[in-house]
């Protein structure tokens, strides 16, 4: 039987992204730590009820954004980490951090990219921008993670209809939805070829 893939979480507020990944089941993964930015965060409950290890690392207690990313990779090597998944992630991600899990950080963005996404495109800030665009679906993307927002080649997208006289709340929550299957559904698929890639 093989080890069983590591994961990291990276989150910044309420974590149900991780929850969803954590409550799948997911074949051949083990959760082995939450990583948020600031304290009080909701996904630190979440890993508390789920008995997933949290750590808050805040970015101001580091000289720089590279210190905080090179102490966060470490605490994720620590602990046998292999896959880095971002759940509500709101700090870009430094080019150090990603060389030390090259193609192994995954990222799920509420719309489908490359529309709606870049800078300051995260949360109601994006379903607001869908509705006032006049835009007739909507949806999530997954993606690897790479040195700009929101981009990185694309895994997998699921679309959601915008419907007449949607609010953002609404269209938010039929999008979470989406994201609630496809982010689990696609980390087994990556987990699944990093098994296979194994000596």
């Known amino acids: 039987?093989?080890?069983?893939?590591?994961?990291g979480v990276l989150a910044s507020g309420g974590g149900s992204n991780f929850e969803s990944l954590v409550k799948a089941g997911i074949p051949g993964a083990k959760f082995r730590f939450?990583?948020?930015?600031?304290?009080g965060v909701g996904a630190l409950d979440r890993a508390k009820r789920l008995g997933v290890e949290a750590l808050v690392i805040e970015p101001r207690?580091?000289?720089?954004?590279?210190?905080?990313?090179?102490a966060v990779a470490g605490e994720m090597e620590k602990?046998?980490?292999?896959?880095?998944?971002?759940?509500?992630?709101?700090?870009?991600?430094?080019?150090?951090?990603?060389?030390?899990?090259?193609?192994?950080?995954?990222n799920i963005h509420p719309a489908l990219l490359p529309k709606f996404g870049g800078k300051g495109m995260w949360g109601h800030h994006v379903h607001e921008a869908v509705l006032a665009a006049g835009e007739k679906e909507s949806g999530c993307?997954?993606?690897?993670?790479?040195?700009?927002?929101d981009h990185g080649p694309i895994l997998a997208q699921a679309q959601v209809p915008v419907l007449p006289g949607d609010t953002p709340d609404a269209l938010a929550a039929r999008v979470l939805e989406q994201e609630h299957t496809i982010y689990p559904e696609t980390v087994w698929k990556v987990i699944r070829k990093m098994g296979e890639s194994k000596p």
Do not use: W
């Open 141 to 149: 993307t997954v993606h690897v993670v790479d040195e700009q927002f």
């Open 61 to 70: 207690a580091f000289a720089d954004r590279s210190a905080f990313y090179d």
């Open 79 to 106: 602990r046998g980490v292999s896959l880095v998944c971002l759940a509500g992630f709101l700090l870009m991600i430094e080019p150090n951090f990603i060389r030390r899990f090259p193609g192994r950080i995954l």
């Open 1 to 7: 039987m093989n080890k069983p893939i590591g994961i």
């Open 34 to 39: 939450l990583v948020v930015n600031k304290p």
